[in-house]
């Protein structure tokens, strides 16, 4: 069974409009989420890192939500660019001891003109 | 910025061939790590280290070893590679257990 399920598995908007992307997740312990953004053929990039009960956090046009007790996140990508054409991974840390993380498979999001 | 180079960027092995995936950090982090992503699949831990000279199994390390020269330097080596081992390998490395992780561009690596 997915530990951590993302939806949808594939997004398709116009620049400037807004997007939701979801992340489920039945891992414990949840000691904190982080979305990352891979663009195709690069590394992932930390958007943003979530760690305590209701989290929300904004880094520019993104924001996120984390509810811990329903375990789940939500990624908000306001006013869409072109260049926010990527995979959006959702990624729970389930151990301080190793740093272990346990990876969605990710949302593939296309912003077209 | 956190710098993480993986070398090489793409490499076609034989099936029963030996693969060496290499990793540099500049960032003197303690924390590295190798993924292998499949394609429409999430990254899954083969190995990792915290410290110089010593690596730990991760959640597969099966058909795959790694090695840890220097605080720099992690490898990921495929002894006898095989079909099931095609996939993008991403090395990573961070500060401490708490902190993101910095992510490679990847090696894309292809067993025929």
């Known amino acids: 069974k997915t530990q951590v399920e993302q939806s949808p598995q594939s997004l398709v908007v116009r620049q400037g409009e807004n997007c939701v992307l979801q992340?489920?997740?039945?891992?414990?312990?949840?000691?904190?989420l982080r979305w990352f953004k891979q663009d195709t053929g690069k590394g992932l990039v930390s958007l943003t890192v979530?760690?305590?009960?209701?989290d929300k956090t904004s880094n520019g046009r993104y924001s996120a939500t984390l509810d811990k007790d329903a375990k789940h996140s939500t990624l908000h990508i306001t006013a869409t660019l072109l260049d926010d054409t990527a995979t959006y991974i959702c990624?729970?840390?389930?151990?301080?001891?190793?740093?272990?993380?346990?990876f969605g498979d990710g949302t593939v999001l296309t912003v077209k003109p | 910025e956190a710098a993480v180079t993986q070398s090489p960027r793409s490499k076609v092995a034989v099936t029963g061939g030996k693969v060496t995936l290499s990793c540099h950090q500049t960032n003197n982090h303690d924390y590295m790590y190798w993924y292998r992503q499949d394609t429409g699949h999430g990254l899954r831990l083969i190995h990792y280290?915290?410290?110089?000279?010593?690596?730990e199994k991760g959640d597969i390390p099966d058909g795959y070893k790694a090695s840890r020269p220097s605080q720099e330097n992690f490898s990921l080596i495929l002894e006898l590679a095989s079909l099931s081992q095609t996939a993008v390998y991403f090395c990573?490395?961070?500060?401490?257990?708490?902190?993101?992780?910095?992510f490679g561009s990847g090696t894309r690596l292809t067993v025929l």
């Open positions: 992340c489920n997740y039945s891992v414990t312990p949840d000691n904190h």
């Open positions: 990624v729970v840390g389930v151990d301080t001891n190793t740093g272990k993380l346990t």
């Open positions: 990573a490395s961070r500060p401490d257990r708490g902190e993101t992780l910095y």
């Open positions: 979530l760690v305590h009960e209701n």
């Open positions: 280290s915290y410290v110089a000279d010593s690596t």
